[in-house]
Every structure is written in C-alpha cells, then in structure tokens.
C-alpha cells in the first residue's frame, strides 16, 4: 500500500514537472517581438481626371496612356507577391468636367488575393473626364483598408495636378495617418512641381517624364519591401556606446505617434542589437533619459542597416536624510533656470540624469534648495539633517503662521496654519523658527502672539505660544 501511494506521488510530481516545464517554454515561444508585419496592403489612388489627356514625353502620347503601361506592367510583377493585397480607386474619370463633381471617386477593384488582372483590367478602362477631388478621394480610401491586424497598409497617390475641389489633403492625411489607416503615402506627381502644396501630406516624389515616372513607381514599391534595420548607440560621455537600459522610443515625425518603443539592449560584448523598422515613415528617436533627448527627422537608408548614434552621459542623484532609511521624502528636480518640473526622486534612491546642472527642491518643512553638477559616470549626494518635532499648543483656534528665522535677523515664511486647530504638531528640519499667532476671539491685532524658537536634529518640543 505504502509503495503504491509512493508511486502516484512521484507520478504525480514528475507531471507537474512536466507541466511546469511546458508552460515556462510555452511563456518563453510567447515572447513579443515587435517589428514589421509581415502582409502588406497597397492602394493604388490613380488620378483619371480630364488633364491626364495632355500630351507627355514623346510626340504623339498623352500622360494617360503612358502610365496605364507603366502601371499596368507594375502591377502584373507584383502577382508573384503572396503576401501583398492591392486594391484601385480612381477619381475624375466618371462625370464631365463641366459637372464639377467633387466626389467623383470610386474603388473600382477592392483588396483582394490575386486580382491583378482585375485591376489591370480596370486600368485599360480609363477614359479621363472630370476634376480633381484628391482631398474627398482619399478620404474614402480610409474605408478601402479592411479590419483586423498583420497587415501595413500603404497608399500610393499618382496624379498630374493638385487638388481641385477645395479640400485640404495635408489634414486630412495627417489626421488618417494618426488614426492609423495607413502610413504615410507616396504621391507621384506626374509632371508636375508641387512639392510644397503635397509633400506635407506624404513623401512627394516628382515624375517629370516617363521615365522618371517608371522609375520612381518602382523605388516607392521597393522602398515598401526593403528590410531596414536600425542599431541604437547611445554615447557617453566619452562618444562610447556604453550607455544601455534605457527605453528608446521610435516615433512617426508627422503624426508623433510612437511606432516602436524597446528597452535597449547589448550583448555580452556590448554591441547593441538590431531591430527591424518600417521605412515607408520618418522618425524622431526619443531616448527616455531624464530629461529625454530627442534626434529629430533621423535619415534612415532603406534596405540597408543604420547605425544610429545619439549622445546620452548620464551620472547619479541620490537624496539621504540622516536617520531615515525609507524612501518617504520627495524632492523636485527641475534643469536649472527652467520651471518645468522633469522628476520626482525619494529619498535612499538612486536615479540617472543627463549630464548637466540641475536644481533640486526638498519637499521638507521648510523646503531646501540645492544646485548640483551631474557628472558623467558619478553620484552627487544630497545629505539632508535629521528632522525634529514641535507639538504647538495655541490654547484656542484661531489664525497664524510660521517663518524660518535667518541669520541675518530676517524671516522667510514658511506656511499658514489651520485655523479649525488649537494644536499643531510639524516634522521640520533643524532651524531657529517664529510662530505668530492670533485667536479667534481676541478683539484686536495687538493681541496677536509669537514666539522665537530653536529646533535641533532628532529634537521633541513642546511649544505654548501664550506661555
């Protein structure tokens, strides 16, 4: 009996083992690892407007025709991609110019796996009419992009002229990109120099002639695929990548929104690692040091590894008061002759800070103020005295206020105290203070009270204003 009880615990125990095992290897498989999602969504936003009938490079072409061809030939190279989806809309080309029709825009071929002959199909079809609703187009291509993850999503604009309707295409695009429909988009102009009046609503790219145009169709959709990478050397004082640990965030430069956040991370030879990002927007790189450092518009090569360096030496700031081991007292850290508050330490803690001049505000009673010199690689210490405590008794409620005595004879006020109370008791740092006071009830200012006190470190007092 005893022997078959020892077996199914040990049964018992090497299941659990078992289970345990299989879960922590579950845990570890589940590992999030951020990158680029690996499906692509591209949305070909084709100008069909009634001035793509204008002639364009050779004799005897008008720009229609020839970027049908281009476009056509592009789009039949990508069906071998089993992991892009594209989709046409086509705007300008169902109503007459004289209708002035601004919403003339349609989504002629929606997204879906393999239909590239559909939409070649649709672009032969083009017979140009009508204006130019860029802004109202682009609008509805936000409703083009179906639900659900693992897809980016990309809008590739051609047209031949600017916006003809009215509508503001740079908010309109910025506003879409922040709510995450799709990433910045390309717009082709075909032609065209409007480099002011688009490139704010995406990466504008000039298409003079056809070739041009071929060219620069081909780079938008490779730029698209191509694998960046981005390395992050964060540089000490010494411009040595030695600095680490710290969460660098990438964020899209138009919309400020973040599209990477990571902790960052060397190896056992202190080499920072790789990571892959999305080359179709620009970045700021936001080092969350304190304060953060920020490297705006950062240049990244497509299709090739970077190397990012950006200066962060750091040193140390910790903040002790003599007996106290918790970590209670707060202080203010501002940079000097700044008002913005950057942090909140504790005491009996030790936290980093770019190098620099920082001035540092005890929230004790009465506050201090200290101006320290962080230095690369070392830590400054703010040591504060042990505090004492002053029991006061006012014998009735009423209204006063504390001040700090200076050695010069002046006084610095301190705080006012609560006038439902007859007794107060303050933990406050060694000092020579003056109470005054004056009772609810007292029929005139002249009988208002006060008195001059000394307090020592660890000190317990007992303070009768009227005494």
Same mark, same amino acid.
């Given at each position: 009996m005893n022997r078959? %009880?020892? @077996?199914i615990t040990l049964r018992g125990a090497l299941l659990c083992m078992m289970v345990i095992t299989c879960c922590s290897l579950g845990f570890a498989q589940k590992k999030l690892i951020q990158g680029v999602p690996e499906k692509t969504r591209i949305l070909f936003l084709f100008d069909g407007s009634g001035s793509m009938l204008e002639p364009w490079g050779k004799p005897n072409q008008i720009k229609i025709n020839i970027a049908k061809s281009i476009l056509t030939q592009i789009v039949d190279s990508l069906s071998h991609n089993? +992991? #892009?989806? @594209? /989709?046409?809309? !086509?705007y300008g080309h169902r109503s007459p110019r004289e209708a002035n029709n601004c919403k003339d825009t349609w989504l002629e071929v929606p997204f879906k796996p393999k239909n590239h002959k559909l939409i070649i199909d649709k672009i032969n079809e083009i017979k140009p009419k009508g204006v130019t609703p860029i802004t109202y187009s682009l609008e509805q291509a936000a409703k083009d992009f179906p639900g659900g993850i693992g897809y980016r999503n990309i809008v590739i604009l051609i047209t031949d002229g600017i916006e003809s309707c009215g509508g503001d295409l740079c908010a309109t695009s910025r506003e879409l990109q922040k709510k995450g429909v799709f990433l910045r988009p390309y717009i082709i102009g075909l032609g065209l120099r409007a480099e002011k009046t688009l490139d704010c609503a995406g990466k504008y790219i000039s298409a003079e002639t056809p070739q041009a145009f071929h060219e620069e169709l081909n780079k938008a959709i490779q730029a698209t695929f191509s694998k960046t990478t981005v390395? $992050?050397? @964060? #540089?000490?004082?010494? =411009?040595?990548?030695?600095e680490t640990n710290v969460n660098v965030s990438f964020v899209n430069s138009l919309t400020g929104i973040s599209m990477y956040d990571f902790v960052h991370y060397r190896d056992?030879?202190?080499r920072p690692d790789s990571v892959q990002i999305d080359p179709v927007v620009d970045y700021d790189f936001v080092v969350n040091t304190i304060p953060p450092v920020v490297k705006r518009n950062v240049a990244i090569g497509l299709g090739k590894h970077n190397t990012i360096r950006i200066p962060v030496p750091q040193g140390n700031l910790q903040v002790q008061q003599e007996g106290r081991k918790d970590n209670n007292l707060e202080v203010i850290v501002r940079e000097k002759d700044k008002t913005n !508050? !950057?942090? $909140?330490?504790?005491?009996n803690e030790t936290v980093r800070y770019i190098t620099g001049k920082y001035e540092i505000e005890t929230l004790t009673l009465p506050r201090r103020k200290f101006t320290?010199? %962080?230095? /690369? =690689? +070392?830590?400054q210490n703010i040591y504060l005295p042990a505090p004492g405590i002053v029991n006061f008794n006012t014998i009735s409620t009423g209204y006063g206020s504390l001040y700090e005595m200076n050695a010069d004879g002046t006084q610095q006020w301190i705080c006012n105290l609560d006038n439902l109370k007859a007794n107060f008791t303050f933990t406050m740092l060694p000092g020579r203070y003056k109470i005054v006071f004056r009772v609810k009830n007292a029929s005139g200012s002249k009988f208002t009270g006060f008195k001059v006190f000394d307090l020592t470190p660890g000190e317990t007092k007992m303070l009768n204003v009227f005494n």
């Open positions: 078959y %009880i020892f @077996l089993d +992991k #892009l989806e @594209l /989709a046409l809309r !086509i390395s $992050v050397e @964060l #540089l000490d004082a010494r =411009n040595q990548p030695t056992s030879q202190g !508050i !950057i942090h $909140v330490q504790h005491s320290v010199d %962080i230095q /690369a =690689n +070392k830590t």
